[in-house]
């Protein structure tokens, strides 16, 4: 009974240990992420530009080196103070997290908005342990709330980019009309940039600021299509590439371009129609049994709650589950025709 009663005891403490030393750790994190935030907030537009241009310790980014200084300002967004930035920094996934950020014109550091969620959810899973909610219910929880944000940058990313799509062809008519006006590249991509909305605008008016500073036009529109990560954008670049080093009318070529992408768009279009009776059926079939199995909680609790108490309901429950997902997957495959 000693050795019961000993482990008892030291459990009892650990857990009254814990209880007090995870809010405290949690408030820290939260503070530094609050901090963070707001020191970014705090830092005008003007400020974070002079700071990215400004020449680095070891003097190889000055004035006489705008190449140099611009590839500081690209490293700059993936660059974070602290040491838990810094071990995100270290992870593969933080690279492409900044790729999105960056495409869905999200002005954040990856490392740093990683360090925020990851202090958010540390306070919220204290405060629900505190609170003594179940474990599963608090972890479930904690992650939906690191990745939710995330989800929602990864579709803000796509909408950004699809919206792109959409404006290519106007835009590359307005560029050859600019070409056959006698602008030059340079000075058409600047009407971009003042005349179309973004993304297109932003995009291109970032191609017009990049070789103003005195980026060679190639080289940022190389940036620009390893930035967008379009295959109709690396056309473009590739088509305006080949024609300053071998010559040729750029306006016909990128007439043709345009009237490419109009007619893919509107074959895309035309595949989203046929094929949208397969992907509402594949949300029916994903949808269907949580319905049913709510409304059978409701007409026969005792025999919906099989799933839930038995061993073997657990087991045919988490199984329905798995095949449910594959199910949709392998229906959102075979609908997902490539354009």
């Known amino acids: 009974m000693m050795p019961l009663t000993l482990a008892l005891e030291l459990a009892s403490g650990v857990q009254r240990a814990l209880l007090i030393i995870l809010p405290l750790m949690g408030s820290v994190v939260l503070a530094y992420g609050v901090f963070q935030v707001v020191a970014d907030l705090r830092s005008s537009d003007r400020k974070r530009v002079i700071d990215r241009l400004r020449p680095g310790k070891s003097g190889g980014a000055g004035r006489d080196d705008p190449l140099a200084a611009l590839a500081d300002l690209r490293k700059q967004t993936s660059e974070a103070s602290g040491g838990l930035a810094r071990a995100f920094l270290k992870l593969s996934f933080t690279a492409r997290f900044q790729t999105v950020l960056d495409q869905a014109n999200v002005r954040w550091s990856a490392p740093q908005t990683l360090v925020n969620l990851t202090a958010i959810a540390t306070v919220l899973l204290a405060t629900m342990l505190v609170l003594k909610i179940s474990f599963l219910v608090s972890a479930g929880t904690v992650a939906g709330v ?194």
């Not at 109709?232 to 300053?244: G, M, N």
């Not at 199984?319 to 229906?331: K, R």
């Open 146 to 339: 690191f990745i939710v944000p995330i989800l929602y940058l990864f579709r803000r990313r796509k909408r950004r980019l699809n919206k792109l799509v959409g404006q290519l062809p106007d835009v590359f008519e307005l560029l050859s009309q600019a070409l056959r006006a006698g602008h030059s590249l340079a000075s058409a991509m600047q009407l971009i940039a003042h005349e179309v909305p973004d993304p297109a605008g932003t995009e291109f008016g970032r191609v017009f600021h990049e070789q103003n500073l005195g980026l060679k036009i190639e080289d940022a529109l190389r940036n620009l299509a390893q930035r967008t990560g379009m295959l109709d954008v690396r056309f473009f670049v590739t088509a305006v590439l080949i024609q300053r080093q071998t010559g040729g009318d750029l306006a016909e070529v990128l007439d043709k371009i345009g009237s490419v992408i109009r007619d893919r768009i509107k074959l895309f279009g035309t595949v989203q129609a046929l094929t949208a009776e397969g992907r509402l059926s594949g949300y029916v079939l994903l949808a269907l049994p949580v319905i049913v199995f709510f409304v059978m909680l409701q007409v026969n609790r005792e025999y919906a709650e099989l799933l839930i108490a038995d061993p073997t309901g657990k087991m045919m429950l988490t199984v329905a589950v798995v095949m449910q997902l594959m199910g949709w997957a392998m229906i959102k495959k075979i609908v997902n025709i490539k354009v």
